[in-house]
């Protein structure tokens, strides 16, 4: 699977090993910046992997802010996004199954890496149940034809 991911300075410093976690699993990973801790806006970044996403050129987003809040909601604004803040495996495969999220947004100041590689883990590996769920994603989608 192709992954996009990004961070801001508040997530940089788990960004490469997240990224090398991701690799270790074999998948392909595009990193969307920054180069370096500077400040930088985290909207910036989210509408990276999000056009990344939506685009095509990545199968799934991860990003990576202080909270993952504010990237979370700059990704969901981008039609074909289904974006969240994930603090638990058990909530990463939710957002899979359920939701068939494609952008995972993960607290670099308040959650360990360790977890946070599980919870990727965990995102990349749960596949979408479909059935019933399907028809809920599709109303999750609507505003993005309107």
């Given at each position: 699977?192709?992954?996009?991911?990004?961070?801001?300075?508040?997530?940089?410093?788990?960004?490469?090993?997240?990224?090398?976690?991701?690799?270790?699993?074999?998948?392909?990973?595009?990193?969307?910046?920054?180069?370096?801790?500077?400040?930088?806006?985290?909207?910036?970044?989210?509408?990276?992997?999000?056009?990344?996403?939506?685009?095509?050129?990545?199968?799934?987003g991860v990003l990576i802010c202080g909270t993952g809040i504010g990237m979370a909601m700059t990704a969901d604004k981008h039609p074909g996004i289904r974006a969240a803040v994930v603090q638990t495996p058990q909530f990463a495969e939710l957002m899979r199954a359920h939701n068939d999220g494609n952008v995972i947004c993960l607290s670099g100041r308040f959650v360990p890496y360790a977890l946070n590689c599980e919870i990727v883990r965990t995102f990349l590996e749960t596949p979408f149940d479909g059935g019933r769920?399907?028809?809920?994603?599709?109303?999750?989608?609507?505003?993005?034809?309107?």
């Amino acid at each position: 699977m192709r992954i996009a991911v990004a961070s801001d300075h508040a997530g940089f410093i788990q960004k490469q090993p997240v990224i090398d976690f991701i690799e270790s699993l074999g998948h392909e990973v595009t990193d969307l910046g920054p180069a370096n801790d500077d400040r930088v806006d985290y909207a910036d970044f989210a509408d990276k992997v999000a056009d990344a996403v939506v685009n095509g050129d990545a199968d799934r987003g991860v990003l990576i802010c202080g909270t993952g809040i504010g990237m979370a909601m700059t990704a969901d604004k981008h039609p074909g996004i289904r974006a969240a803040v994930v603090q638990t495996p058990q909530f990463a495969e939710l957002m899979r199954a359920h939701n068939d999220g494609n952008v995972i947004c993960l607290s670099g100041r308040f959650v360990p890496y360790a977890l946070n590689c599980e919870i990727v883990r965990t995102f990349l590996e749960t596949p979408f149940d479909g059935g019933r769920h399907a028809q809920r994603v599709e109303k999750i989608m609507r505003a993005d034809s309107l």
